[in-house]
């Protein structure tokens, strides 16, 4: 039997409605279940940011834990899969490749197998890094299927993520969670009421009258942070000195054939430009820094730029990238956009509200708020922000662009200590880690420094074991059973087709 100052929380209030908010309500909902009742306070009439519709493999472990169908899932926000992001012009001009997500080639006993290609590279034999990438295969001959391993091989299969429209996920995902009992609460806030000896939080005071206090908050009121920053003071640390673009301009185009199955980041004079193809229309965006480029330049660039017509006036978005210094601040958590902002160069936001919403359903409080909880949930998101910011900045410091000032800042600029080392114990011996718990993973660091032209001054001698035509032998193979396989898969379209095509809008 709990004590009352045991007994766990029971009234939780989500503030905002955007994707963080629907997140975070249908994850509690499904997972906290009927021990907690959950409110959710939206305003129509500010609305969401509307933007965000790429994202990372591990969505699919969210919609796992939630019991969506992924059919019906994609049908419903006109999603389509998606296999890694491509580059294009980071390096040099003209330069392309891709952050491919999964595995490339296959390690031979303790030799990993960048080691065997960068030696096959000093040998002149060695074939692109991404011809033994099963996505970037895959993903340029707009082939997709749905293999865990390809056939007759111990090659990894297709690891995907989605794009979807990101109105109609928030919709997706309020729909869920209004049938497992969240109740949605239509209204402006006006005031956040505190306690004035704990300073917690009490109520939101809504601009109609209405009062919802609970015991528990949930600020996802996006860039706005209204309670953790606004009403508890927690401050923001600015990290625009290594992520400079600070706004974005979005505008949906129609959709042209084929359908693809990746995102584009195609570099700018000052910022860069993302192309997301869904069902029925691609999303775009141009990402800038307005030090270095006005926001009529950056609107012309993107119209200038689009593959299909523009279905929409292009909308203005300002951000500051960084994040909260804390997360969780007496009994209230931020995620999504008020807890942080890096751009969306590798489709991280999403993710990061998805990592938080997972920790707060296991560090969940009960009334006495133990200290140990919110430092721990703290610890954790402060610790996934600056490793994904790290692998954000590479891209930046690794352009090769000398003739264009902004290039030229971003490569001049001071990396974070972490992606300092990371970067020289690269290019001394060819060593990439992931450290336990993190994002990325080996196989990402690669290709974003292989990708951006860096080059190791050795490799590991661990891979002179095998002769060079053994080698030779085992690149060709490889190359020869991940093309064979993708041969065999349908079109990305035909296999939407066959199973998640969403009705025509
Ligand atoms: C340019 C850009 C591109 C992006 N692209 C990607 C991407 O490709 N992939 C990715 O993972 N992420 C991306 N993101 C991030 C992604 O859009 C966000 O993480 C995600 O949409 C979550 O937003 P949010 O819910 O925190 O905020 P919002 O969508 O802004 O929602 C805020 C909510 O709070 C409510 N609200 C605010 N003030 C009040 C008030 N006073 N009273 C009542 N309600 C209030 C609003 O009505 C709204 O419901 C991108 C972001 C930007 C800016």
């Given amino acids: 039997m709990k004590t009352p100052e045991h007994a766990p929380v029971q009234q939780v209030v989500i503030a905002g409605g955007g994707t963080a908010g629907w997140m975070a309500a249908a994850l509690l909902a499904k997972t906290m279940g009927p021990t907690v009742r959950i409110r959710l306070v939206e305003s129509e009439q500010i609305g969401t940011v509307g933007v965000g519709e790429a994202t990372i493999p ?34 040099r001009a003209g330069d392309c490749y891709m952050h491919a997500f999964g595995e490339i080639g296959r390690n031979l006993g303790q030799g990993n197998f ?129 992520l400079p673009c600070d706004r974005a301009v979005a505008v949906p185009s129609e959709r042209v054939d084929p359908l693809g199955s990746y995102t584009c980041a195609t570099a700018r004079e000052a910022g860069w ?27 012309s660039a993107l119209l200038d730029n689009l593959d299909g017509a523009a279905l929409d006036e292009p909308r203005l978005l300002k951000f500051t990238t960084g994040r909260r210094k804390q997360f969780w601040s007496r009994n209230c958590v931020a995620l999504g956009l008020a807890g942080g902002f890096m751009e969306p160069l590798e489709s991280t936001s999403i993710h990061l509200i998805q990592t938080g919403v997972s920790w707060l359903m296991r560090l969940f409080p009960d009334r006495r708020f133990e200290q140990a909880n919110i430092d721990e949930f703290n610890r954790r998101s402060l610790w996934d922000f600056d490793r994904i910011r790290d692998f954000l900045v590479l891209h930046y410091i690794l352009n090769g662009k000398d003739d264009l000032p902004f290039w030229r800042d971003c490569r001049n600029s001071t990396p974070p200590e972490g992606l300092k080392h990371r970067m020289e114990l690269f290019e001394a011996g060819g060593a990439v880690y992931r450290e336990l718990g993190e994002l990325f993973t080996e196989s990402a660091w690669l290709q974003v420094m292989l990708g951006q032209n860096m080059a190791p001054r050795s490799y590991h001698s661990i891979v002179d074991g095998i002769s060079s035509q053994q080698l030779r032998d085992y690149l060709n193979n490889l190359k020869t059973i991940i093309q064979g396989a993708v041969r065999q ?17």
């Fill in 489 to 505: 898969f349908p079109t990305h379209e035909e296999f939407i087709n066959q199973h998640c095509a969403a009705p025509s809008p």
């Fill in 114 to 242: 960048h080691q065997y290609w960068l030696r096959a590279v000093r040998e002149g034999h060695a074939g692109r890094f991404w011809d033994y990438s099963v996505n970037e295969t895959a993903a340029l001959a707009n082939r997709f299927s749905q293999v865990d391993k390809l056939p007759g091989s111990p090659l990894q299969g297709i690891i995907h993520a989605y794009h979807f429209d990101a109105a109609l996920y928030a919709l997706y995902l309020r729909e869920f969670s209004e049938r497992l009992g969240v109740t949605r609460i239509e209204g402006k806030i006006a005031h956040v009421e505190r306690n004035a000896d704990s300073g917690f939080i009490e109520a939101l005071a809504l601009e109609d009258g209405q009062r919802v206090a609970g015991e528990f908050f949930v600020d996802c009121t996006g860039f706005r942070g209204l309670l953790i920053g606004q009403a508890l003071g927690v401050d923001y640390e600015d990290w625009s000195h290594w």
């Fill in 273 to 299: 430009q993302w192309r997301i193809p869904l069902q029925h229309r691609i999303g775009n965006g141009h990402v800038y820094c307005s030090r270095y480029m006005s926001d009529d330049e950056a609107v």
């Fill in 58 to 91: 591990p969505i699919r472990e969210f919609n796992r834990v939630l019991g969506l169908d992924e059919n019906d899932f994609l049908r419903r926000t006109q999603g389509t899969f998606k296999l890694g992001i491509q580059f294009r012009d980071w390096g």
